[in-house]
DNA sequence: GATCCCTTTCGGTCGACACTGAAATCATCG
DNA sequence: CGATGATTTCAGTGTCGACCGAAAGGGATC
């Protein structure tokens, strides 16, 4: 016998949830994230939330929070509405992804102050110059790279 | 009273560690990477590494073991002598480079596997699309932009 | 084989953080 | 203004991992 749709969503959402997981971000957080990427309707209020996805009430407010201030999730108040409702924001996930593209290339500013301090003994530098240069071709591509990037689809 | 020259490094080498510490590594494999991509001469023995950084042998020991896993140093062996010695393979931030690209390219397995359980209800796959578009996008360029990548100085 | 030194293993401590659930807070409506 | 239904705050719990230092393990020399 298979299994349903919704099973196979929500396993995917688990997967979803672990992957980000092993990237610091909270678990339920990742689940937030990925249920909300494909729940209908696209809006859920923080108490259908913790219904959903068997979770506290504090850990979906404090996971929508961190969500919403990195910007990958909305929250929407309206009058004669008491439940604020939240619904992903696609568009955030390019400042998402570019964060970690930068994060990568700012080593070099390390790299580069250490090459600063090693100046007048090349011999010295030589192993830092390596991993110097590696990241100053990396730190002049990737944001060439990231102004490449497609526009969504219509 | 300016600060002395090996002062200003051993600082260096604290933010190196600390950038790591944010990225997963701890801090003590971070100072020991940043400690032999700058000492001279360049092999250093468990004690030394010990002794130089403050940390406790068994830390060391530790740190080495995944450094040495992870490709980053080099653990080299010599007949009449005790102690091993560690170096830098600075050769290897290249592939520790690669692996953190990939790991970002590699969510599209994800949002691809996703979208393939949303088909047939396109209006519900929308914001998955947009983030599967962009992950796609990023997994088709980063190795193509990887290849470009520009040998190490000479 | 005994000794010496160095490294690894291992038990234990400490701090950080995710998560929970209850209490406090807030907003809306009657 | 009080009641209602929702969210946020907060204290407490459990888990996990980094680190330490002592003990065990392994080579090398004598």
């Known amino acids: 016998m298979s299994v349903g749709r919704e099973t196979r969503l929500s396993a995917w959402i688990e997967r979803f949830a672990a992957h980000f997981a092993e990237e610091g971000i909270p678990l339920i957080g990742g689940r937030i994230l990925g249920y909300l990427l494909i729940c209908q309707p696209v809006e859920r209020t923080a108490a259908e939330l913790s219904q959903e996805l068997e979770a506290s009430s504090g850990s ?60 007048g003994d090349p011999e010295r530098a030589m192993r830092l110059r390596t991993v110097d240069h590696l990241y100053g071709w990396l730190s002049a591509e990737l944001p060439a790279l990231w102004e490449r990037r497609p526009a969504s689809p219509k």
Do not use: C, H, P
């Open 60 to 119: 979906i407010s404090t996971n929508l929070k961190y969500l919403v201030n990195v910007g990958l999730v909305t929250k929407r108040t309206r009058r004669g509405r008491q439940a604020a409702e939240y619904r992903i924001n696609e568009k955030a996930w390019t400042d998402f992804i570019q964060r970690k593209l930068t994060a990568i290339a700012s080593v070099q500013t390390l790299t580069d102050d250490g090459m600063r301090l090693l100046s």
